[in-house]
């Protein structure tokens, strides 16, 4: 679990494909030195194993399924990501529950200067717009921000400065692509209304006015 509050910038070193899949080896000024195999960090909001690591970088395997669902296949040599190792019971928890799996891809389609802060409106696919609300919490490369107002499924955002200094949001431009992760308990809570039926269900989700109804939570 992280909280997506960002320790440091990584640098992307190499991309390696292996297998049909893809070695990741990243540079960080993080703290390495309680890092073991197999602990998790997430690189701009995706969960990576460490299969591999030294003094200030770390190396993870990359499936196909993390690859088909992030921005991570088109990554390049040099370029800039958010960094976070997992939580310890100790932390402060000053941001919200982030798992690090990636639930889509989103587009950034509006930046603009909003006083001191940067302004952002990022699109989401469709399929996840249920999930989102206004004041409520997502992930967006890695970071937890608060969506400030929603239309359909453009998020508005606001990036203050320390935001700013500390992850790659420069490179945010119109067009760009980002990992978008919404708060786990929305995705648990539209399981849990399903009842019974969750065992009998289609992946996808059943939820309609008429379901809500036949379950007491509509009139």
């Known amino acids: 679990m992280f909280t997506g509050i960002i ?5 992307v070193e190499s991309v390696q494909s292996v297998g049909g899949d893809v070695r ?6 993080l703290d390495m030195s309680d890092v073991h195999l197999g602990d998790s960090i997430a690189t701009n909001g995706i969960c ?9 970088w770390y190396a993870a395997d990359v499936s196909r399924e993390s690859l088909n669902r992030t921005t991570l296949g088109s990554w390049k040599v040099g370029q800039r990501v958010n960094v976070e190792k997992a939580m310890l019971p100790t932390t402060r928890f000053g941001g919200h529950i982030v798992s690090g799996h990636v639930d889509a891809v989103g587009e950034i389609t509006v930046v603009r200067e909003d006083a001191r802060s940067i302004y952002y409106e990022v699109t989401a696919p469709a399929a996840i717009a249920k999930y989102l609300a206004e004041k409520g919490s997502v992930t967006v490369d890695g970071i937890s921000l608060t969506i400030n107002h929603l239309r359909g ?4 955002l606001n990036l203050i400065p320390h935001t700013a200094e500390r992850t790659n949001i420069g490179t945010w431009k119109t067009g760009a692509q980002v ?6 308990l929305a ?9 019974d039926k969750a065992a009998h269900s289609e992946p996808q989700s059943k ?3 008429a379901f809500l109804a036949e379950n007491g939570f509509s009139k």
Do not use: A, C, H
């Not at 320790?7 to 640098?11: F, I, N, V, W």
């Not at 995705?187 to 209304?193: A, N, Q, S, V, W």
């Open 7 to 11: 320790e440091s910038l990584g640098k």
């Open 24 to 29: 990741l080896r990243i540079g960080t000024t």
């Open 48 to 56: 990576l194993t460490v299969v591999e690591w030294g003094e200030n």
């Open 153 to 156: 499924s453009v998020m508005s």
């Open 179 to 184: 990992n978008l992760e919404v708060d786990v």
């Open 187 to 195: 995705r648990y809570i539209e399981r849990l209304m399903l009842g």
């Open 207 to 209: 939820m309609s006015m």
